[in-house]
Nanobody, 125 residues
């Protein structure tokens, strides 16, 4: 499977962006998906999770209420709608996938064997 993330850019604080992650090689509905992010000089951290049919989502406290993860399995695409962006949201955003059913470990990078190349988001004040 291959993951292709896109949609990053340079935006002002308070603006919105929508990231997309296209899954190829196998139907997206086979995968549990997540978005992680890595700020300069920091470790990669969990942002949002969505199960295979979109009925279960989890968010990091830092993005809860501002970010929304969704998926369109017919388009093999997972989205991350980001609103009320802050300079602290500046990072490279990665989509990740696993065929496993995750429960309490959904926020761990080592649970996801498949990763996209990342898309950069820069938020200026």
């Amino acid at each position: 499977v291959q993951l292709q993330a896109s949609g990053g850019g340079l935006v002002q604080a308070g603006d919105s962006l929508r990231l997309s992650c296209v899954v190829s090689g196998r139907t997206a509905s086979s995968y549990t998906m997540a978005w992680f992010r890595q700020a300069p000089g920091k470790e990669r951290e969990f942002a949002a999770f969505i199960n295979w049919n979109g009925q279960i989502t989890y968010y990091a406290d830092s993005v809860k209420g501002r970010f929304t993860i969704s998926r369109d399995n017919a388009r093999n695409t997972v989205y991350l709608q980001m609103s009320s962006l802050k300079p602290d949201d500046t990072a490279v955003y990665y989509c990740a996938a696993t065929m496993r059913v995750l429960s309490g470990s959904y926020y761990l990078t080592n649970q996801y064997p498949y990763w996209g190349q990342g898309t950069e988001v820069t938020v200026y004040s």
